[in-house]
């Protein structure tokens, strides 16, 4: 086992004790400490760290081919920019850490938790859609590198809190994993009270709050945006970006009750 494998091992096992998860949902989720988790745990190391606690705010966007499609390619990589701009522009900024996500049928960290000036900003080359959406793997591994990363920061000493936001299109294809398991790890870090989950569904064709309900994201922090153009996603990364910095600025309570998309 190398060093940062152990590194997340111990992390999530620190988890449990704490409460922050389950032994039942520890046991689903160490089955798949693969690359892609242990990328997605990285971060700032403590010492590194300047503000007193921090929020981390991992981004989940979907790359799959329907986006393409619908001609909105552009549109995710403006708003997604904007929301780094909004971000940078909040007196909050230096508390905050992001960690950005691509899927479609390939999973992508385009980068762990990084200082707001620090993220990536999407462009043609590192956005463009193709392929299916593993929504549920997605969903699994991202949450659970942000479990060991967030634990390993509250065990130096650092009180942190999580927002997590997935954007998507579609319901989930390919995934290994299903619903349950999504909801399963879902109850466990809304049940800590330090987390904010979130969903953003693009488009009319498929029923977003089932899925979303099934996955275990409380209804306050569920967005559909049926206006599937350039214009409505827009509008929709600037509601993302508004609910987002509430929440970093702790004007919304993390766990079940969680009203992330309240006005």
Not at 70 to 93: C, H
Request: proline share 3%.
């Amino acid at each position: 086992m190398s060093k940062r494998d152990d590194d997340v091992s111990k992390s999530l096992s620190s988890a449990v004790v704490s409460g922050v998860l389950s032994p039942q949902t520890s046991s689903l989720v160490t089955g798949h400490l693969g690359p892609l988790v242990l990328a997605g745990a990285a971060g700032k190391a403590l010492e590194d760290l300047t503000a007193s606690d921090v929020t981390l705010v991992t981004l989940l966007v979907d790359a799959s081919g329907s986006i393409a499609d619908r001609g909105l390619e552009q549109a995710v990589r403006e708003g997604q920019n904007a929301l780094l701009d909004a971000f940078a522009g909040a007196k909050e900024k230096d508390s905050v850490l992001l960690a950005l996500w691509t899927f479609n049928d390939e999973q992508k960290v385009l980068h762990a938790y990084v200082p707001v000036d620090e993220a990536t900003r999407l462009d043609a080359r590192s956005y463009r859609g193709r392929g299916a959406t593993r929504l549920y793997d997605t969903w699994c591994d991202a949450l659970t590198a942000n479990v060991a990363y967030a634990q390993r920061l509250r065990d130096g000493g650092t009180p942190t809190r999580s927002i997590v936001v997935v954007l998507t299109d579609g319901e989930d294809v390919g995934s290994k994993r299903g619903s349950r398991e999504c909801a399963a790890l879902s109850r466990d870090l809304l049940a800590s009270e330090l987390f904010t989950l979130a969903f953003v569904g693009v488009g009319k064709d498929v029923d977003f709050g089932l899925i979303a309900t099934a996955m275990g994201v409380p209804p306050g922090c569920v967005h559909v945006q049926r206006d599937a153009t350039a214009a409505g996603l827009r509008r929709t990364f600037q509601l993302v970006s508004r609910s987002a910095i509430r929440a970093s600025q702790g004007r919304v309570a993390p766990g079940v009750n969680a009203g992330f998309f309240a006005p």
